[in-house]
């Protein structure tokens, strides 16, 4: 089993910033990919970024250049930095882990953008 806990989420003004934490404990080797999800009222969860146990990384379209996701695997810590949002950012955002042949999802942060 892998545990998640997610923080940071706030509300922000538009065009301000947030860290997102993804602290992950439990089961934790051998986890190949970690992600950043969000949901938005009525809309699916879709993927926001990725990052794999090699480094490598993806971003959704709708976030490049503004969204920034790194790890620090000293502290077991997944990291979603978040500039420039925009009020389409509000959503709650779930980390997630892919640890074959399974997933496991944290309990989500809400990050509300105004306009």
């Known amino acids: 089993q892998v545990q998640l806990v997610e923080s940071g989420g706030d509300l922000v003004p538009a065009g301000g910033s947030l860290r997102l934490s993804c602290a992950a404990s439990?089961?934790?080797?051998?986890?190949?990919?970690m992600g950043w999800y969000r949901q938005a009222p009525g809309k699916q969860r879709e993927l926001v970024a990725s990052?794999?146990?090699?480094?490598?990384?993806y971003y959704a379209d709708s976030v490049k250049s503004r969204f920034t996701i790194s790890s620090d695997n000293a502290k077991n810590t997944v990291y979603l930095q978040m500039n420039s949002l925009k009020p389409e950012d509000t959503a709650v955002y779930y980390c997630?882990?892919?640890?074959?042949?399974?997933?496991?999802w944290g309990q989500g942060t809400q990050v509300t953008v105004s306009s």
């Open positions: 990052i794999t146990s090699g480094g490598s990384t």
């Open positions: 439990g089961s934790i080797s051998s986890i190949n990919t």
């Open positions: 997630h882990a892919w640890r074959f042949p399974d997933g496991y």
